[in-house]
């Protein structure tokens, strides 16, 4: 059902396909000679979550503090709605959540939140974004006094407070619990079913899978993939060695069958000992899961997984 | 006057009022902020009252040099030191802490004006200013008997205002230069030698020559001196000198200023 609408979702973003912000050929080289981003483009389009994937020193932040106007690049372009991400105008329109240490502990969360509606000219109504962000009942506490994941939902709260047609999200569930963290996926599900472009960056894998339209995998400044989860996960696995990626297992079990052997069922492209479970990727897993039975009558602990977008993405970010 | 607001397009204007409501509201909530954080708070407004009221007050009850009261002139010079301590501690201390955890940049990164920050940060320390000069001159009348005149007290609470920009600038600099842990005791470290040299402990005549040649160049002795002036007193050098040294080291911190932010943004 959710594969039904997502594939939905996927055919109205390429029909509509009006960039809402751009980076083209961006080139970030600070005072201090790292190079941050190297050629990098990237376009956001209406309506889709994309998540931004990298290695810490990737160049995540650096990219999405050009997107917010706060730095300039070295040489490209940085657009946001087709103007400058630096005009306040531009600013009406977007909404951050920054990985922020501390905000001002002694203003209380209900305090917080209005003065940054009071920024916008149509603001989101002040319930609806305690509702949204999780924060009833917490409203009248000091900001100091919040555990981090309350903290981060009243981030998230200041994000969205004007309503905005584009949001940046840096980590936005750093330190929730589960159920939190689901409430905030709904949530951000929903600002792009109404329109809405987000842009995330996050670590855990498990997040872009569940929420991303589309990923971007970057390392050392430059995009090295860029796709779907499932298209990321098999240009991952074609990178770790497998030719036809699509439908790639990895296959756990517990055999005294030795190495060279395995490497010669069909299918098979790697196989690795990992305390005392053998772990083999296969490109035919029907036939390599036959012959393998076969092999081995005392093979035990057997199981069958696709490959995670965690291997993809260390595939990919690895050398 | 009227006319041209009728001319405005009403989205405009709705703009205008919104980018007022906005400096407002920030001003008032780092007021609010600052009153709160008791370490501010009540160092900021205690410092000065205890160090008056020993030094002031009680070391030198009802005595005069000359026609000079001693409260009263102790007043002149420990009102500065109060209302500079507001501006460091309330400028400096605030920025470095939201420069260096990231709120700074949250902030910049939404639609409010860039100078409703700075704004708002420069108008709570001076309303701190004004309330710790009123304490402090609450105690000199009550205490001490001290007469002063209402012109007195107003030229006073329009010297505060002006007052706080030039350390404002200081302590921008302050938290610029110095890595956010080492702030306060930074601050520390240039508040009290600049309020001893200045002049604001003891006066000045009673420095060693050296001393009062080197206090030019401190603003917090140019201040005290156009506090004592609007007393009446005699200083050392003229009214327009004073001005002139704040404006210029006002100038030299903004410079300085400019020059520092510009190199953190290049390398973040």
Redesign the interface.
């Known amino acids: 059902m959710s594969a039904v609408l997502d594939h939905i979702q996927a055919i109205t973003f390429t029909a509509s396909s009006a960039a809402v912000a751009s980076l083209s050929h961006i080139t970030k080289r600070y005072a201090n000679g790292v190079l941050a981003l190297d050629d990098l483009s990237l376009t956001l389009h209406r309506g889709e979550i994309v998540a931004l994937l990298g290695p810490n020193g990737a160049g995540k932040s650096t990219a999405v503090k050009l997107l917010m106007g706060l730095s300039a690049p070295t040489s490209g372009t940085v657009r946001i709605f087709d103007a400058d991400p630096r005009h306040a105008t531009t600013r009406l329109r977007t909404g951050v959540m920054l990985q922020v240490g501390k905000a001002p502990e002694m203003l209380r969360v209900r305090e917080h939140i209005n003065i940054f509606r009071g920024y916008y000219p149509a603001p989101v109504p002040y319930a609806d974004l305690v509702r949204a962000a999780g924060l009833e009942g917490i409203e009248s506490r000091m900001f100091g006094q919040l555990s981090g994941g309350q903290k981060q939902r009243a981030l998230f709260a200041l994000a969205l407070a004007g309503d905005p047609d584009l949001v940046f999200l840096d980590e936005p569930t750093v330190g929730l619990d589960i159920e939190a963290r689901r409430g905030m996926w709904a949530e951000i599900r929903s600002l792009a079913a109404r329109g809405k472009t987000v842009l995330l960056t996050t670590h855990y894998l498990e997040e872009a899978d569940a929420l991303a339209h589309r990923i971007v995998v970057i390392n050392k400044g430059r995009v090295i993939c860029e796709g779907t989860a499932a298209e990321v996960k098999s240009l991952g696995a074609a990178t770790a060695g497998a030719s036809t990626s699509r439908t790639l297992k990895i296959i756990r079990c517990v055999t005294d069958l030795p190495k060279a052997t395995l490497l010669a069922i069909p299918g098979v492209t790697t196989t690795e000992l990992k305390v005392g479970v053998t772990v083999i990727s296969s490109t035919e897993p029907e036939r390599t899961l036959r012959e393998l039975l076969a092999l081995d009558q005392n093979l035990h602990s057997l199981e069958v997984q696709s490959p995670a977008l965690e291997d993809a993405f260390l595939a990919l970010t690895s050398n | 006057m009227s006319t041209t607001a009728f001319t405005l397009p009403a989205a405009h204007s ?2 205008i009022a ?1 980018t007022l ?2 400096f407002l ?2 001003a008032r ?1 780092e007021f ?2 600052l009153l ?2 008791r370490a501010f708070s009540l160092a900021v407004i205690g410092f000065p009252v205890i160090f008056y009221l020993f030094f002031g007050l009680i070391m030198n009850r009802g005595e005069h040099v000359g026609s000079v009261s001693v409260a009263k002139y102790m007043l002149g010079s420990y009102a500065v030191f109060g209302m500079v301590g507001a501006a460091l501690f309330g400028i400096g201390g605030g920025l470095a ?2 420069f ?4 700074l ?2 902030k ?6 860039p100078l409703a920050y700075l704004v708002a940060k420069c108008c709570s320390a001076a309303a701190f200013g004004l309330v710790i000069v009123s304490i402090l001159t609450l105690m000199a009348i009550s205490i001490a008997h001290v007469s002063i005149t209402l012109p007195e007290y107003a030229q006073m609470m329009a010297l505060t205002l002006v007052g706080t920009i030039p350390f404002a600038c200081l302590g921008m600099v302050i938290a610029l230069l110095v890595p956010f842990n080492a702030t306060p005791g930074v601050i520390n470290m240039v508040y009290l030698p600049m309020s001893f040299c200045g002049g604001l402990w003891m006066p000045i005549m009673l420095l060693p020559h050296w001393l009062q040649k080197f206090a030019l160049i401190l603003p917090t002795y140019h201040l005290s001196q156009l506090v004592l002036g609007c007393f009446g007193y005699t200083t050392a050098g003229s009214p327009i000198s004073h001005w002139l040294g704040l404006i210029g080291f006002t100038l030299v911190m903004l410079g300085v200023a400019a020059i520092a932010y510009r ?1 953190l ?4």
């Open positions: 709705n703009s919104r409501r906005i509201t920030e909530f609010v902020r709160r954080t802490s939201e260096s955890t990231g709120w940049e949250l910049r990164a939404s639609p409010m004006p190199r943004e290049q390398n973040s």
